[in-house]
């Protein structure tokens, strides 16, 4: 008698319990079908966002690739058979960078919407690079000092050594060598500690080779074991005025 008494009281609990959670779906149904419905516009907003970003990237990546090829493309007349099917050449340098430079400022122009694609930093630094080659040191300047604050420590990296050589062409030599020591001394994998060190020595050459000659010697103490690098650095030095 005792064990049906603990199982009645056990099943009046169980269909309390469920009467009471039945009460509340019935006064809480509209604001419990609004959560479930904002859940559902959260997901499916999600999903949409990966799938709009997913999209952007894949045709950012195409317009990068189209740029790239012209600016890597032959200039002259190639001989017969020595390029591919359809490939492109510029009859000079200037025509081929112009060109690349249209192409890199459109996808800079494209992709304004965040998050922007990886190609439109890629794209950002080469519009620099060719700002440079088609003599819009200016333009140059201003375009590279915007991409070595990116995000993306290697493409920045890239942009601040770019800028440092146009300020070494331009006679701007502290500003240069400031740059590339900053570049020595916090590497990346686009711009190694000795790069950052052979460029500062290289545009100290002119103006302070006893100053050239130093930092030559420094990357002998610390890359000697690299033959390239120790090459490279003896080469150097052997070429100093004295």
């Given at each position: 008698m005792d064990r049906l008494t603990r199982r009645?009281?056990?099943?009046?609990?169980?269909?309390?319990?469920?009467?009471?959670?039945?009460?509340?779906?019935?006064?809480?149904?509209?604001?419990?079908?609004?959560?479930?419905?904002?859940a559902a516009a959260v997901v499916?907003?999600?999903?949409?966002?990966?799938?709009?970003?997913?999209?952007?990237e894949a045709t950012a990546n195409a317009d990068l690739a189209a740029a790239l090829r012209t600016f890597r493309a032959y200039?002259?007349?190639?001989?017969?058979?020595?390029?591919g099917t359809g490939a492109e050449t510029y009859p000079t340098q200037q025509a081929k960078y112009k060109k690349a430079l249209d192409e890199f400022n459109a996808i800079v122009q494209k992709y304004r919407i965040y998050p922007r694609p990886k190609a439109v930093s890629i794209a950002r630094y080469h519009m620099g690079v060719c700002q440079a080659l088609t003599g819009d040191q200016a333009g140059a300047l201003k375009t590279l000092e915007e991409a070595g604050r990116d995000r993306d420590h290697e493409i920045a990296a890239l942009a601040r050594f770019a800028l440092a050589d146009d300020l070494a062409k331009a006679g701007k030599l502290p500003e240069a060598t400031k740059l590339y020591q900053d570049l020595a001394d916090h590497p990346t994998l686009s711009v190694p500690r000795a790069t950052a060190l052979l460029a500062q020595a290289d545009a100290y050459r002119a103006a302070q080779p006893a100053r050239a000659r130093q930092i030559y010697q420094q990357v002998q103490k610390e890359f000697g074991s690299d033959a390239v690098v120790a090459e490279t650095v003896k080469e150097q030095i052997s070429s100093l005025p004295q």
């Open positions: 009645q009281l056990k099943q009046d609990e169980f269909r309390e319990t469920f009467e009471r959670f039945e009460d509340y779906i019935k006064q809480h149904y509209q604001d419990i079908i609004t959560v479930v419905v904002l499916g907003l999600a999903a949409g966002l990966k799938a709009y970003v997913d999209r952007q200039v002259g007349t190639a001989p017969a058979g020595e390029l």
